[in-house]
């Protein structure tokens, strides 16, 4: 399909579904804790004196003493196309109005031609890593938050050889729609802590224009492609930057919104062969995202605000300590909704969406960079983060900002 101006041609390749459910913490104490576990300290059983009376059991989640980690840069990147609300007004039923009213989007941009998701990744990442000052060959692991990876396999391992991180860090993906970027951040701080890693590449990057279905108002207006990248690197654990987390999931929610996969069945590749083998091979893809609108819009006012305060009080910080809410890019009236149940006047609430639409995993990191690189968020700043999306998932995390 294309638009008016004939620029924008949307395809619907495969794509790649996993899973992630944990309510985990981990305090700026040195506490590692999980909801219905008692809170234990517990100690990297190689590298921490008296680790030969840890039990296996306690040393199964590690914790190097005295590390923390912080984020000290990021970076963005966006595709060059960019499809107005009056655009979308041209293909389906719809106004500019009637989408900035519902949703406070009026653009987003979308991968065209020879645009590619790991280009726009690669991009992010270099920002974040000049803004770190850190050298690609001093990093020691890529996480690649997406569900639209362009390699079914998983893409970090191309975004690190693109890098030039010639010392072949680990590089894998995590996928969690659009919680994809915190659970990146809540993963990377653990590696640092407890694995000995000290310089982590998070990149959020997302093309869920290839899986919007480009006739269905409902949520074609709401999509757009980007990236974004933060360097958490490992300080003492005195400076540590990220003060706590939580994390959910609820797979019987999935019904309300997926992209799920199909298999066409291609016996016809066997021919009478397949009756042989006693199975009927499939060639699979993947439905363009269904969603029911109002029970995410429902369930997102609902419990990101629950996760936020839960993070809050495990940090030991109240909503007026924080100085910035950046949520997931949703849509407006869910983030209004957020801010106004955790008092949080609207001066302190990071929004771009109105440039982008949802674009997923690469939402807030987009965002922080935007705020960051404009001088709104500065080193020392504290901010409440939650992602929330398909899954469902959804989780929010306490962080400083340099
Ligand atoms: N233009 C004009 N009319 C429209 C459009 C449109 N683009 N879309 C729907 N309508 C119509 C409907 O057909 C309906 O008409 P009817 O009353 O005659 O039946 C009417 O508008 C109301 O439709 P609703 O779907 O009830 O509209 P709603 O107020 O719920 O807004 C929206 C829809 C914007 C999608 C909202 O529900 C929403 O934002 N939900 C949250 C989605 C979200 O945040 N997803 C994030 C996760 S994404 C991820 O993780 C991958």
Same mark, same amino acid.
């Given at each position: 399909?294309?638009?008016?101006?004939? $620029?924008?041609?949307?395809? @619907?390749?495969?794509?790649? !579904?996993?899973?992630?459910?944990?309510?985990?913490? +981990?305090?700026?104490?040195?506490?590692?804790?999980?909801?219905?576990?008692?809170?234990?300290?517990?100690?990297?059983?190689?590298?921490?004196?008296?680790?030969?009376?840890?039990?296996?059991?306690?040393?199964?989640?590690? !914790?190097?003493?005295?590390?923390?980690?912080?984020?000290?840069?990021?970076?963005?990147?966006?595709?060059?196309l960019q499809i107005s609300?009056?655009?979308?007004?041209?293909?389906?039923?719809?106004?500019?109005?009637?989408? /900035?009213?519902?949703?406070?989007? !009026?653009?987003?941009?979308?991968?065209?031609?020879?645009?590619?998701?790991?280009?726009?990744?690669?991009?992010?990442?270099?920002?974040?890593?000049?803004?770190?000052? &850190?050298?690609?060959?001093?990093?020691? $692991?890529?996480?690649?938050?997406?569900?639209?990876?362009?390699?079914?396999?998983?893409?970090?391992?191309?975004?690190?050889?693109?890098?030039?991180?010639?010392?072949?860090?680990?590089?894998?993906?995590?996928?969690?729609?659009? /919680?994809?970027?915190? $659970?990146?951040?809540?993963?990377?701080?653990?590696?640092?802590?407890?694995?000995?890693?000290?310089?982590?590449? &998070?990149i959020g990057a997302d093309? $869920?224009?290839?899986?919007?279905?480009?006739?269905?108002?409902?949520?074609?207006?709401? =999509?757009?492609?980007?990236?974004?990248?933060?360097?958490?690197?490992?300080?003492?654990?005195?400076?540590?930057?990220? =003060?706590?987390?939580?994390?959910?999931?609820?797979?019987?929610?999935?019904?309300?919104?997926?992209?799920?996969?199909?298999?066409?069945? @291609?016996?016809?590749?066997?021919?009478?062969?397949?009756?042989?083998?006693? =199975?009927?091979?499939?060639?699979?893809?993947?439905?363009?995202?269904?969603?029911?609108?109002?029970?995410?819009?429902? =369930?997102?006012? !609902?419990? &990101?605000?629950?996760?936020?305060?839960?993070?809050?009080?495990?940090?030991?910080?109240?909503?007026?300590? +924080?100085?910035?809410?950046?949520?997931?890019?949703?849509?407006?009236?869910?983030?209004?909704?957020?801010?106004?149940?955790?008092?949080?006047?609207?001066?302190?609430?990071?929004?771009?969406?109105?440039?982008?639409g949802n674009t997923s995993?690469?939402?807030?990191?987009?965002?922080?960079?935007?705020?960051?690189?404009?001088?709104?968020?500065?080193?020392?700043?504290?901010?409440?983060?939650?992602?929330?999306?398909?899954?469902?998932?959804?989780?929010?995390? +306490? &962080?400083?900002?340099?």
């Open positions: 399909m294309a638009n008016a101006s004939g $620029l924008f041609t949307p395809v @619907v390749p495969s794509g790649i !579904r996993s899973r992630f459910s944990a309510s985990v913490g +981990i305090h700026r104490s040195g506490f590692w804790f999980s909801e219905g576990v008692s809170t234990r300290r517990v100690l990297c059983a190689s590298t921490v004196e008296g680790a030969e009376n840890i039990s296996p059991s306690q040393s199964r989640v590690p !914790r190097l003493s005295n590390r923390g980690c912080k984020l000290v840069g990021c970076g963005s990147a966006v595709p060059s609300n009056d655009d979308l007004a041209k293909i389906v039923d719809t106004s500019d109005e009637w989408i /900035s009213v519902r949703t406070g989007i !009026r653009n987003r941009r979308v991968l065209s031609g020879k645009d590619s998701l790991n280009a726009l990744a690669v991009d992010a990442a270099r920002k974040a890593l000049e803004m770190a000052e &850190v050298d690609p060959i001093d990093v020691d $692991l890529v996480l690649l938050c997406t569900s639209t990876p362009e390699d079914l396999f998983g893409s970090a391992p191309q975004i690190q050889k693109a890098l030039g991180c010639k010392n072949n860090p680990l590089a894998y993906d995590i996928t969690a729609a659009c /919680s994809g970027f915190v $659970l990146g951040l809540v993963s990377a701080a653990c590696y640092i802590r407890g694995g000995g890693f000290n310089n982590v590449l &998070v093309a $869920l224009s290839r899986y919007v279905d480009w006739t269905d108002r409902g949520t074609c207006i709401l =999509f757009g492609d980007a990236a974004g990248a933060v360097l958490v690197q490992a300080c003492d654990g005195e400076e540590d930057g990220l =003060f706590a987390f939580d994390m959910h999931s609820d797979g019987d929610g999935q019904r309300h919104l997926n992209a799920s996969i199909k298999g066409n069945e @291609v016996d016809h590749a066997l021919g009478s062969n397949g009756s042989v083998l006693g =199975f009927s091979p499939k060639i699979s893809s993947y439905s363009c995202i269904q969603m029911n609108g109002k029970e995410v819009f429902r =369930f997102a006012c !609902r419990a &990101v605000p629950q996760s936020i305060e839960s993070a809050l009080e495990k940090a030991g910080l109240s909503g007026s300590s +924080i100085d910035w809410l950046l949520l997931h890019q949703a849509n407006q009236r869910i983030i209004d909704a957020v801010a106004s149940r955790l008092e949080m006047p609207s001066e302190r609430v990071i929004s771009n969406l109105s440039n982008y995993a690469a939402s807030i990191p987009l965002a922080l960079d935007e705020a960051v690189r404009s001088g709104k968020v500065q080193a020392g700043h504290t901010i409440a983060a939650a992602g929330f999306g398909a899954g469902l998932t959804w989780g929010s995390a +306490i &962080v400083r900002w340099g």
